[in-house]
Structures are given as C-alpha cells and as structure tokens.
C-alpha cells in the first residue's frame, strides 16, 4: 500500500521560533498533499491544499504567512509554523493522494507543542 | 457550505453490533469515505462509497444513500480495539479534478465495553 511519512513526530519548541514539518510519499508520487489541523477530541481540519509546483491553497481562516506551505517535488511538501504560539499546539496531518487513486493516505501525524 | 454531521459519541458492547450514522450537505458529491483513528494516531481508511447501497468488508460494512445524503458504517462482533474515532469523510469534486479534497465530520467517539 502507498505509504506517507511524516517528520518529525513530536516536537516541542518555544514561542516565537519557527518549526518545519515535512511530508513524503515514500513509494509514490503525489499530485496533491494536504495539510490538517486537529486539537483534543476535534475532527481533521483542514488548512490547505498543495499542488506540485504550484502555490498552496489556503482554506477560510487560515493565515498563509503564518503557516507556510512548499510542496517543491512530486515527493515531499513541508509545512512551516512561523512565530510559533501556544495556541498553535496540536496536531498536523499531512495525506497525500496519488496521481491515479481515489482518496487519500495520511502521514503518522506531527503533534507540535509550543511553550 | 459544507456540512457532515456525526454523533459525537456512542457506547457499545463487546461482542455486539453498532451503527454510526452520518448525514452530509456539500457543495458537489464524489464519493464518501469512513477512517477510523486511535487516539493520537492518524486515520487509517475503512471504506470508500460512491454509489448506492452497501459495501462488505469482513466485520465492517458502510452504506450510502445519495439521495438522502446519508452513510452509516456498521461495525460486527465489537471488540475492544474498535474503541477508536471514526471519521466520515466526503469529496465534493472528483478525483481528477485540481480542487479535489475530503472534507471531514467532526467524528464519532466509540467506546467498547466488555
């Protein structure tokens, strides 16, 4: 099965530092990643949507300058969390969604705490 | 807009049967998609609908109606380790389309108790 890795799982960084988070398709390439948010007990939000090449397209809400998104190959696309607050703690998902498939194959999931 | 409703919680018995409803509204249909996830966990896929009727697979079965908006996924002979969250998830653009992604429910908590 098409499997997607995401790095790093944890992270703990203090307010105002920015933090990378990467997403690779390891045995496919994919057209289209997608990034999501998800705090306790929520369901997946999602923030955007990138395309290879292309530049990402933020939903309703979400700040582009404050979560920035390259997907720059085929094969990775990486988040970054700008001037990281502790409200931006939770949970990120990236999935990535194959050329010829139907729905999507997530990642293991960041779990990012700002103090 | 696009709205996907979902019980936020449902109790069942090891052993026994449980359905978890989900109804949705959306802006376009192509297809609906069941994810369980454990907590702290990603979701891993269940079950993917896009016509009417029912889809079988081993002690989970996911249903769909396209004119009422309306899934349920059927889970059998529950054991403890389908307490977990299960997210119904719908595309409202096709698969080859650019804008296409999965909008998600709020999921359903499911606890199973021996």
């Known amino acids: 099965g098409a499997v997607v890795s995401q790095h790093p799982s944890w992270v703990i960084c203090k307010s105002g530092t920015s933090v990378k988070i990467e997403c690779r398709s390891l045995?496919?390439?994919?057209?289209?990643m997608f990034w999501y948010r998800q705090f306790p007990k929520q369901s997946l939000m999602l923030m955007a949507t990138s395309n290879e090449g292309s530049k990402a397209t933020y939903e309703q809400g979400v700040e582009k300058d404050k979560f920035l998104i390259n997907h720059a190959s085929l094969t990775l696309s990486t988040l970054t969390v700008t001037s990281a607050h502790p409200e931006d703690s939770s949970f990120y998902i990236c999935?990535?969604?194959?050329?010829?498939?139907?729905?999507?194959?997530f990642g293991q999931g960041t779990r990012l705490t700002v103090v | 807009g696009q709205n996907i409703d979902q019980p936020t919680e449902m109790t069942a018995t090891e052993g026994a049967i449980v359905q978890i409803n989900c109804t949705y509204q959306?802006?376009?249909?192509?297809?609906l998609f069941w994810y369980q996830q454990h907590a702290g966990e990603a979701p891993t896929f269940l079950s993917y609908n896009v016509l009417d009727g029912l889809e079988e697979k081993g002690r989970f079965s996911s249903f769909l109606s396209r004119s009422k908006g309306y899934s349920y996924l059927l889970l059998k002979e529950l054991q403890m380790k389908d307490s977990a969250s299960y997210l119904c998830a719908v595309s409202p653009s096709r698969w080859m389309d650019s804008s296409y992604k999965l909008i998600f429910g709020s999921g359903t908590r499911l606890l199973v108790r021996p």
């Open positions: 959306t802006s376009g249909f192509n297809g």
């Open positions: 999935s990535a969604r194959r050329q010829s498939g139907l729905g999507a194959f």
């Open positions: 045995d496919f390439q994919a057209t289209t």
